[in-house]
């Protein structure tokens, strides 16, 4: 008797032990998917990046909240006894099963992974294998409702302490983006772009980016700070002076598109006065601002506050409070202003 209620404890415990690494990974995903700049995950690590892609969300709820969901159904199927039990927790368990296969495949095809992704699919894998296990074996948890609420209730700090913690700890932005964020108008939100026209990743956000921004201009207030990559990019510091001229002469954003939309090669000196000039702007004065060395300053002052917000590489902006680095499609972008300004109205 001893002895096959300690075999029934073991069983149960192998079924409940990848549960709740699955719980906790799930719950610790829930908190990063959810808040607005990652607690537990870097933003540039695979699990950001694997965030900003359409597998992050299904129905407009966000991915690790179906997990959660799952692995509670399975902790709480796992301490019921009966063939019905053994039966659902089967098919739930499979179900799960199959998902987390899906979604490992998604991490090998494009190369990128997460570690907490890879605990909770894996723990999936392995409930799937244990609760056939037990459907085949017929074998149930203790009959004794002591060792199954001992066993239960560790199903609860599983879930609770990532979230506690989650969301009680501090969001922690960089001074100097801090600072922008703080000068933000009421109903407002501010988007920080740095940015080099001459990058063609940059390029690409700019077009998926400038048609969502028109669409929400009274509600955004966007800056770009220039970060030209002259060592990759021939042209980069030309078109970042003229940038700043752009906005000094009353033009920044015109001249901003008109950078972008040039072909890189006409981005030299004398290309990008032909841009000012058909921007209505005046040659001499345009010119002459270019050859500023406060505008050096200024592009200096730009690429030392990427360096200081902790830049890996770019396009990288800020939206609120979050960081969104790479080339994202547009839709990354739109959830991203429209939750900020929900968040601020």
């Known amino acids: 008797m001893v002895a096959s209620k300690g075999r029934d404890i073991a069983r149960t415990s192998a079924l409940l032990a990848p549960t709740l690494v699955g719980l906790v990974a799930s719950a610790i995903l829930y908190v990063d998917y959810v808040r607005p700049a990652p607690i537990f995950c870097e933003a540039s690590s695979g699990c950001g990046v694997l965030k900003e892609t359409s597998f992050a969300s299904f129905l407009g709820i966000p991915t690790p909240a179906y997990g959660l969901l799952a692995f509670v159904v399975i902790g709480l199927l796992a301490l019921l006894r009966g063939a019905t039990a053994r039966a659902a927790l089967l098919v739930v368990a499979t179900s799960a099963g199959l998902v987390a296969s899906w979604l490992l ?154 950078l972008f939309s040039a072909p890189v090669d006409d981005l030299t000196p004398d290309g990008c006065a032909k841009l000012a000039v058909s921007l209505g702007l005046d040659e001499t004065a345009f010119r002459s601002c270019t050859q500023d060395p406060a505008i050096d300053a200024r592009i200096q002052a730009d690429s030392a506050e990427f360096k200081a917000a902790e830049g890996h590489g770019l396009p990288t902006l800020w939206v609120g409070q979050r960081k969104i680095e790479g080339a994202q499609p547009a839709d990354v972008f739109e959830r991203a202003i429209r939750s900020a300004i929900d968040s601020r109205s």
């Open 105 to 258: 495949s998604v991490q090998w095809r494009f190369d990128v992974w997460c570690k907490f992704c890879i605990a909770s699919d894996l723990s999936s894998l392995v409930v799937c294998a244990v609760s056939l296990w037990r459907a085949m074996g017929k074998w149930d948890p203790p009959e004794s409702l002591g060792p199954r609420g001992v066993l239960g209730a560790m199903l609860f700090p599983a879930v609770a302490v990532p979230m506690l913690i989650g969301f009680r700890r501090p969001i922690v932005i960089p001074e100097v983006i801090a600072h922008e964020l703080s000068a933000t108008p009421p109903g407002e939100v501010t988007v920080i772009d740095f940015v080099d026209f001459e990058c063609p990743f940059c390029r690409i956000t700019n077009e998926q980016l400038s048609p969502i921004l028109a669409a929400h201009r009274d509600h955004v207030r966007l800056l770009r700070k220039q970060v030209p990559l002259t060592r990759l990019h021939e042209h980069a510091l030309d078109a970042a002076r003229a940038a700043c001229c752009g906005e000094q002469l009353g033009k920044g954003d015109a001249m901003a598109e008109a």
